[in-house]
């Protein structure tokens, strides 16, 4: 073999190795939306095996019964069903939170909505409805979290999970990106203002994490290409695991200095350009559409 064959990012260390001492969240509370699915689960098992009691908000009962079944081998969590669009919901779940563990130490607003569609195609409700979970149910869970530390005078963090067309567009994606850009630049004004009050506010982006509970929109677009590892620099995807330990980290002790910043866990992805660019494919035809009918 020569020296410079591609050998691409080395593999994660295996499901269950810790990267933070164990213990570290011992006594904390960890709230995360989405939790019972892909990402948001492996968000929370992390928190979970670092000692941390967990609270799960989603819609879908089926999904609060899988974030029980898979965290509670871990420790102790509580499942709150909760619309993150209704402001009176997420009061009622942080409610539910503070009554069964105590105020949460940690937010994780993981919980967005995506599907991929020609801009031309979507509906003025389509694209309303991923800006009000994504953007607008994001700053909703946010202010309820800070609203009640400032109030208690007890300090905070706060990961909002991002996704990387937030800086560069995502064709195919535009209420998804457009939101997600939102999502990130809150991050930063947030910071600047709940930081003096002990709050950290950092985000937290996946690049590609293929998995089960992907919906099947998402699995659908993704089918398209047969091996996705071979699209990526690093010549993996990312598996989810390596998100939890992403997170567990952002809001540790290690981390108090970081606030402000969105870390991206992607192996290089989003920078990826080609010498000579490759022939431009429409999102219709990338999607297997037919000409635009008003
Ligand atoms: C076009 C669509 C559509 C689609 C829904 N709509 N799916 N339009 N193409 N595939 C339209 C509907 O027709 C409707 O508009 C409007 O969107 C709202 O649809 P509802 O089904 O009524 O909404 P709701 O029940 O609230 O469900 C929200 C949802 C759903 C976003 C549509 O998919 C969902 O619950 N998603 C949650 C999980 C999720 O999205 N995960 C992805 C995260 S991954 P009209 O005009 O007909 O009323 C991610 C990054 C992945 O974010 C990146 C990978 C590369
Ligand atoms: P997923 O499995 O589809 O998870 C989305 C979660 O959001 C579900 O658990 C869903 O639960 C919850 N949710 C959706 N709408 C909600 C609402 N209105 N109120 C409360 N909860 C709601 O997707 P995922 O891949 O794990 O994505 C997790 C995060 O990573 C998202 O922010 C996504 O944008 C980001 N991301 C993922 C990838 C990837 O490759 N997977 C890439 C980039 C970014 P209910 O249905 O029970 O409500």
Redesign the pocket.
Known sequence: MSTSEPIGLSDAPALGAMALPAGTYDGKVVFVTGGGTGLGRAIATEFARLGARIVVASRKPEHLEAAREGLSPLGEVLTVACDIREPEQIAAAFDAAEATFGLPDVLVNNA????P?PAED??P??WR??VD?TLNGTYFCAREFARRHLAAGTPGSIINVG?SYAWTGGPGFAH?AAAKAGVKNMVETLAVEWGPYGIQVNGLVPG?FPHEDM?A??QGNLARTNDKDVCQPALRVGRPRELGWAATFLASPYARFISGHTLVVDGANWQRRSLTNPPVVTVRDQMGKGPFEP
Request: charged share 5%; proline share 0%; hydrophobic share 60%.
């Open positions: 967005a909505a995506n599907f569609v979507m509906s409700n389509a409805t991923v979970i996704a998804s590609l919906t929109d998402i």
